[in-house]
């Protein structure tokens, strides 16, 4: 991203730049079967997923997801800044004992705002597996809508290649 990112509190969670002293915890969050499954086709490759996450904390593209002052998890951001295409995307993962309290939906919202109100974009992304259907209901609880289906959009742990479904929102469609 271009900026920094700044610090958000919602009333349970907190989104804070990600650090590089995160990747470790986080590498091992994506390792656990709950998110594995979801999350391409290295999941238990740890040293993959820290190096990608150590770039997310130098490239100021994430958040780190706190509750009650521990590493929940991780928000992707990003923005294109084509003005012709100009819109910002998101992307998620909680811990598995983090996940069905609707600190997802929180996190969610408060970087949604955050890039609809400070930042200025009209439109956001998102896309989850197709067959996730947990995170499709999250992501349509606070506004997003189906665009599509990507086939054979991601490859998964089991080494098939995987459908993806492509969800948007417009800035007035956020709940």
Same mark, same amino acid.
């Given at each position: ?45 740890? $040293?993959?997923?820290?190096?990608? /996450?150590?770039? =997310?904390? %130098?490239?100021?593209?994430?958040? +780190? @997801?706190? !509750?009650?002052? *521990? ?46 109100? $400070?930042?200025?974009?009209?439109? /956001?992304?998102? =896309?989850? %597996?197709?067959?996730?259907?947990? +995170? @499709?209901? !999250?992501?349509? *609880? ?34």
């Amino acid at each position: 991203m271009n900026r920094a990112l700044p610090t958000l509190r919602g009333e349970r969670v907190v989104l804070r730049p990600l650090a590089a002293a995160d990747a470790d915890v986080l590498s091992g969050i994506i390792a656990q079967p709950e998110v594995a499954r979801w999350w391409g086709s290295r999941p238990h490759d740890r $040293e993959h997923h820290r190096a990608g /996450l150590l770039e =997310d904390a %130098a490239g100021n593209d994430a958040f +780190a @997801i706190e !509750v009650d002052g *521990a590493l929940a998890g991780w928000l992707g951001v990003y923005e294109e800044e084509e003005p012709d295409y100009r819109h910002a995307g998101l992307d998620i993962f909680l811990a598995p004992e983090r996940q069905g309290a609707g600190l997802g939906a929180e996190a969610l919202r408060l970087a949604a705002r955050w890039l609809i109100e $400070e930042c200025g974009h009209h439109r /956001l992304i998102i =896309d989850s %597996a197709a067959a996730n259907e947990r +995170a @499709i209901a !999250v992501y349509a *609880a606070i506004g997003f809508r189906p665009v599509g289906i990507m086939r054979a959009y991601e490859r998964g742990n089991d080494g098939t290649w995987h459908d993806g479904l492509l969800m948007d929102m417009l800035a007035d469609e956020l709940r």
